[in-house]
């Protein structure tokens, strides 16, 4: 959940952003990535990193390299991701040589290999895992055993589970290293205990022999690797014709790791398949991870399978699938049911996930609710649903998706849904702008009493729009009903309504009503009545307290009249810079008047007061974004 601590660190970085500082436009990317004190947006996430990226900071032209490669949030461009990895390792950068390395390891192991020893000696333990392998198979290097050794040693060092297993390995052996049983169950049980299912079995297989550390390993050399290699590599493959679901996955391990055989992945993935088909759940495991790893979406199925059968680390896997919100198939109550199945095996993860969910999604479980009764019929809430995607609040923020839902709802005749819908079509949010179509579910929310509906079409009868006959009395039926409703824009457009039928005291009456409920337009002619003494005493004082009111809510024709009135000093003293800065802001947003009157207003004035002005109205642009935010 977004904290008004994060939102406030979201701004503040955000004005260092704007003015081109490549640390704070890569933070603001990560924020927008990771909907911390702003909604998710993942265009507005690239457009920041890449902006960052462009003014050399390291880290974002690598993160944009990667979101390149992958294809996340941006088309996938190899090309693209090529240019920023090797832009990021130019200046230094570890895991950016690693990319290239991979990048270029099926057609030119000699260059892969060069990046992966640039990208080890600058610490990446990705990197001498890499350098390990290429020097133990001679890939793009002469082989080098003892090499080999050492930068799988570097790797296996810094945590990775996969060094660990094959310094283990060649521990086990005595490839590039004497021979050594205690260590090599070091670094397996080093592995295993990180969950790696290759070390796993490894310390299975050698307990399973019924023979110590140092026996096992002894008489594996006595009896020579390469004949022990093949005598066990036949046997399993002989078990395999009439073996049963046991066997199946020891071949797929054994293929996966190249144990006895040549490696081959997918030879392992065959016998991981018919494994667990057989419903062995460490060959669906085996199988789920090596799918993920290649971004396939059949591992969902095979964690489904494993999940099942009580597996907990696929548990969890469902569960956090089921409640991401960008999964088509995203459920949340069966999402927790998984986590709390994993949580009953005394899993810890699985009740910290189920806690955070609890603590941070409260809204994302209304939102889901919502969706159930939804997805049963209710038209309520369809249209619950429908102002989720709106908003934003509980999902990510889709107009389109959000329109869809309005439209079941109002289908069903559910007022706020068809008034919402034709706000849509009036505006063209989240569907193609169609006045005919607007018109139409406006004016059947507008027969049920909808107070928005009616406004909307009494200002639309009240302007001739769109082809509809101008009918200022049904504006005026309309807008009152809304009005006496306390729709307060109601309220606002029937005081402009008497105002254009010059009946200024009524005209005061509702304005004034919208106005001390702080509808801003209705500040500002209310404002315009005290000046000009329309169904009211004339009074600059006044005046000027409501244009406040309104300029401060941002609407530029009161913050240009405002400006106007501290160059006259009426209702207040004179003041050309604070009449500047009003103008200044009016200008900004687009109001022609005081463009006029901003460019006379500055050749009035020195240089520091100009200065002066352009600090108030830049700070007074701060607190209202801030305040927007909030």
Known sequence: MTTGRDKA??????????????????????????????????????????????RGHVPAQYLLGTRYLSGVAIE???????????????????????????????????????????????GSSEAQLAVG??????LGVSQD??????????????GVPAAQHALA?????????????????????RAAIQRYAPSQVALERLDGDGLGRSQALGQSRRRGATERRQTLAKDWMEAAEHGDAN?????????????????DAELAEVWYSRAGHGEDVRAQMALARMLEARQEPSSGMWYSRAADQGNVEAQVKVGESLLDV????????????????AGQQHDRGAWCALADTFHKDAQALASASYRKAANLGDARSQFLVASGYATGIGVSRDLVVAVSWYKLSAEQGFAEAQSALGACYLAGIGVPAD?????????KAADQGDAKAQWNMGSIFASGRGGVKRDLPAAFALCKKAAAGGFVPAQATLGVLFTRVRDYAQAALWLHKAAEQGDPEAQYNLGLAYIKGRGVVADFGVAFRWMVKAAEQGLAPAQARLGLLYVTGDGVALDPVEAHKWLILASKAGDSAAMGNYARSEAQLGLMQIAEAQRRATAWMDVSARKLKL
């Open 247 to 263: 066997v199946w996955y020891h071949l797929g391990l054994m293929f996966e790791l190249g144990l006895a055989v040549a490696q």
């Open 9 to 54: 660190t979201f701004l503040r970085t955000l004005k260092s952003a704007r003015l081109g500082l490549p640390d704070a436009q890569y933070e603001i990317g990560l924020m927008y990535a990771n909907g911390i004190g702003v909604a998710q947006d993942f265009k507005q996430a690239i457009h920041w990193i890449r902006l960052s990226a462009e």
């Open 169 to 189: 390995d060649m521990y086990a052996s005595g490839l590039g290293v004497e021979v050594d049983a205690d260590a090599a169950f070091f670094w397996y049980r």
């Open 435 to 443: 006045f005919r179509q607007a018109v139409e579910w406006l004016q």
């Open 133 to 138: 392998q290429a020097f133990a198979k001679g």
């Open 76 to 122: 996938k461009n190899e090309h693209q991701a090529f240019v920023w990895f090797l832009r990021a390792a130019s200046q230094g950068h570890a895991k950016a040589y690693f990319r290239l390395g991979k990048l270029h390891s099926v057609s030119h192991p000699e260059a892969a290999f060069f990046c992966y020893q640039k990208g080890a000696e600058l």
């Open 326 to 341: 960008n999964n088509p198939d995203c459920d949340v109550f069966q999402g927790l049911a998984w986590f709390l199945q």
């Open 145 to 158: 055993l003892v090499q080999a050794f050492h930068w799988c040693k570097e790797a296996a060092n810094q």
